[in-house]
């Protein structure tokens, strides 16, 4: 579960997050919608310890992102596409993010699987669209 508790966030004199509050439930598929400038990215990097709020809280499964002990065990996240290294193949972007973490490498064929990436898994990723 997925808590966003009161978030406020301010960058200067721009107010990026104005007391933001919301659940997002266990295995719910959810969409975070909103206009250009919203805060939705800002409310995914503070929830990923990529960024600081001013005021209130972003929880998974009521901890903050930095005090998850093995933080890719019960979080993954891909807020830029362009963080994936573009001469890697999909396969092996995920193979090294499961070998530094002690996952299977079962797990990236079965993540390829459920995504529909299979077929492509050999191809780097550079040439994928953003989408
Ligand atoms: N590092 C930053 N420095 C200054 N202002 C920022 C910074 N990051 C975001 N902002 C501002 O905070 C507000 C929220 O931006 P954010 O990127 O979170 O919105 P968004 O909902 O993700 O927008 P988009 O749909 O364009 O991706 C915007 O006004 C943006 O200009
Ligand atoms: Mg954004």
């Given at each position: 579960m997925i808590e966003i508790r009161n978030l406020s966030k301010r960058f200067g004199s721009r107010l990026a997050?104005?007391?933001?509050?919301?659940?997002v439930e266990a295995g719910r598929v959810t969409a975070?919608?909103?206009?250009?400038?919203?805060?939705?990215t800002t409310?995914?990097?503070?929830?990923?310890?990529?960024?600081f709020a001013d005021s209130g809280q972003a929880l998974i499964d009521g901890?903050?992102?930095?005090?998850?002990?093995?933080p890719i065990l019960s979080v993954g996240a891909?807020?830029?596409?362009?963080h994936?290294?573009?001469g890697r193949s999909a396969f092996a972007?995920?193979?090294?993010?499961?070998?530094?973490?002690g996952l299977p490498q079962?797990?990236?064929?079965?993540?390829?699987?459920?995504?529909?990436?299979?077929?492509?898994?050999?191809?780097?990723?550079?040439?994928?669209s953003l989408g």
């Open positions: 997050l104005d007391d933001v509050s919301f659940v975070f919608l909103g206009p250009n400038g919203a805060g939705k409310t995914m990097r503070v929830l990923l310890g990529l960024d901890r903050r992102f930095v005090d998850l002990e093995a891909l807020l830029d596409a362009r994936a290294h573009p972007h995920l193979r090294a993010l499961a070998l530094t973490h079962s797990r990236v064929e079965d993540v390829l699987y459920d995504v529909g990436l299979s077929e492509v898994a050999g191809k780097r990723v550079g040439g994928f």
